[in-house]
């Protein structure tokens, strides 16, 4: 069993940065792919940054390319997702999930946090 917490989540402007976390209790962290996901109101969860085990293999939306970077650390059992030049259409649930392999779908992972809220205002 996995367990995921999310933080790091709050209240910004557009433009302006967020630092989410993602802490897993489970010895084997690093054999784990690791993703984000976010859930705006009324909308489907969406794919958002995805990494593998090593942290060697990374994948995200195009809606984030460039803005959002995604990390880890093995030896934390963490992994981070750095939002640079947000926008009021970043605004969502943010969760995090682990899985098998580095993948794009929720269905492709195991586990899953409760979330943090990212408000970005205009």
């Known amino acids: 069993q996995v367990q995921l917490v999310e933080s790091g989540g709050g209240l910004v402007q557009a433009g302006g940065s967020l630092r989410l976390s993602c802490a897993a209790s489970?010895?084997?962290?690093?054999?784990?792919?690791m993703g984000w996901f976010r859930q705006a109101p009324g909308k489907g969860r969406e794919f958002v940054a995805s990494?593998?085990?090593?942290?060697?293999?990374?994948v995200y939306s195009k809606s984030v390319k460039g803005r959002f970077t995604v990390s880890r650390d093995n030896a934390k059992n963490t992994v981070y997702l750095q939002m640079n030049t947000l926008k009021p259409e970043d605004t969502a649930v943010y969760y995090c999930?682990?899985?098998?392999?580095?993948?794009?779908?929720?269905?492709?992972?195991?586990?899953w946090g409760q979330g943090t809220q990212v408000t970005v205002s205009s």
């Open positions: 999930a682990a899985g098998g392999f580095i993948g794009t779908i929720t269905s492709e992972y195991d586990y």
């Open positions: 990494i593998s085990t090593s942290g060697g293999g990374t």
């Open positions: 489970v010895r084997t962290f690093s054999s784990y792919a």
